[in-house]
């Protein structure tokens, strides 16, 4: 240490400014980031600006969130007004307007009888809620053997130990051991070889759910307590649901007493041009998982939406005990309300939802464009979403779709996302007709440079 180096307290680590060391960076190859790291330093409408000073097209929405797109002022200046007026509300036994506001909001946007709403601050804490839900519907149903849960292979649920165990990612898994026991899953819905190049839901596969009986048949429907899946699976590449899939669950589900939970943190709030996944298949579950488009991804906001029976079964005993012994600090949190308001005035008022239908379509035309490609084996689009798979690299699989994402932002002006060697784009509900040429193109350069 040099004469001219601060002195350090017992303890204080010596931390340079900028230093790039001490940031354990979520779901990234933390040594390779460092050597080159991408940084982007701000963001308006459906561009970031990287450190560089380059203008960057947002292609993924931020991570499937920033559905209205970035810095929109409606949503800034309500956070803005709400910092200032009530930052904090305990949300344990007291409350604040804005929650009771917001919850009716979304509970309007749902179908069916969802008409009540727990907030999270995540997708992870939503699914980790509902599935807590669900075993405690059955036991104060009478019920409390039913305590099994079933995800899907390829299915992602979150980071906690409930969403990790009922999820089906290999790599999410294998190195933290069971989890939770008393977990089984059903088989993945997508199959190359029969749904290969699929604009929207694929014909083949419908007939998969059915494998839900088989578990019925293994651990008796006594035990089975819910089934969580997602309308598309988006983090392991854009995988839409089969036709008639997500019905026959509901109607395996309905015949044995189990509880259908969508997962839809990426789905919801437009994706796939409705409020959610559930009104487009027209399919009403006992719960609906959200969080991401809820607020644009300006503050940190998730929920369950449950149906009315599910709610009503808690509502008893003493009107001054606790029903639901589970929450967060930060549920509802004031800043996360006004957020979320904002947002949803926004969805109405432009009509994103009905966009994203009318640029469904357009989209799938450009990105299935690039059929043909070096190395692209399947190309998958449904709503305002679509994933380009690259054939991996023998011995390193991740490899080339990694290497296509640094190629896109650090040549084309475009950031997108590799769920290993598939590259996914899933762009604001903003996005222009030209902007969605722009990411064509962008991808192209990206699979070609890495032929």
Not at 243 to 263: E, N
């Amino acid at each position: 240490m040099s004469s001219s180096t601060p002195p350090v307290s017992p303890g204080q680590a010596v931390i340079q400014p900028n230093d790039l060391e001490a940031f354990w960076l979520p779901y990234t190859s933390n040594r390779a980031f460092k050597r080159a790291p991408r940084l982007v330093t701000s963001a308006e409408g459906t561009r970031y600006l990287s450190a560089d000073g380059r203008g960057i097209l947002d292609g993924t929405s931020g991570l499937w969130c920033c559905n209205a797109g970035h810095a929109r002022t409606p949503i800034v200046s309500a956070i803005q007004a709400q910092a200032q007026k009530l930052d904090f509300a305990p949300p344990f036994q007291f409350s604040h307007p804005q929650a009771f506001a917001l919850a009716s909001r979304v509970a309007a946007l749902a179908p069916g009888d969802l008409d009540h709403v727990f907030f999270t601050n995540s997708g992870s804490e939503s699914v980790e809620t509902a599935l807590k839900i669900a075993l405690g519907f059955h036991n104060v149903t009478g019920q409390g053997g039913r305590q099994r849960l079933i995800g899907r292979e390829r299915g992602y649920h979150g980071v906690g130990f409930g969403g990790t165990a009922v999820g089906g990612m290999v790599a999410n898994r294998k190195i933290f051991g069971t989890l939770l026991a008393g977990v089984d899953h059903l088989p993945t819905t997508y199959n190359r070889a029969e749904q290969a190049f699929t604009v929207g839901e694929p014909e083949w596969g419908g007939h998969l759910a059915n494998d839900l009986e088989r578990l019925v048949a293994l651990h008796d429907a006594s035990t089975i307590a819910a089934v969580i899946v997602e309308p598309m699976g988006g983090s392991t590449g854009v995988l839409p649901s089969p036709k008639g899939y997500l019905q026959r669950l509901r109607d395996i589900c309905d015949q044995y007493g189990i509880l259908l939970i969508f997962d839809e943190v990426i789905t919801g709030f437009g994706r796939l041009g409705a409020s959610f996944a559930a009104e487009r298949y027209g399919v009403v579950p006992d719960m609906i998982t959200f969080a991401k488009g809820i607020t644009s991804g300006t503050v940190p906001m998730g929920g369950v939406i449950v149906r009315k029976h599910i709610y009503d079964a808690f509502m008893k005993g003493p009107d001054y005990a606790v029903e639901l012994f589970h929450g967060y600090t930060y549920s509802a949190h004031p800043l996360a309300c006004a957020a979320a308001l904002a947002t949803l005035d926004l969805y109405r008022e432009e009509r994103l939802f009905e966009r994203s239908r009318e640029l469904e379509p357009i989209l799938a035309t450009a990105i299935h464009a690039l059929r043909g490609e070096p190395n692209v084996v399947d190309i998958r689009s449904v709503g305002l979403a679509a994933a380009v798979e690259l054939a991996p690299i023998p011995g390193a699989p991740g490899q080339r779709g990694y290497d296509a994402v640094a190629h896109a932002f650090d040549h084309a002006g475009v950031l997108l996302r590799a769920a290993g060697d598939s590259i996914i784009t899933a762009p604001p509900l903003i996005i222009g007709e030209m902007e969605i040429g722009e990411i064509a193109e962008g991808l192209k350069s990206a699979v070609r440079s890495v032929a």
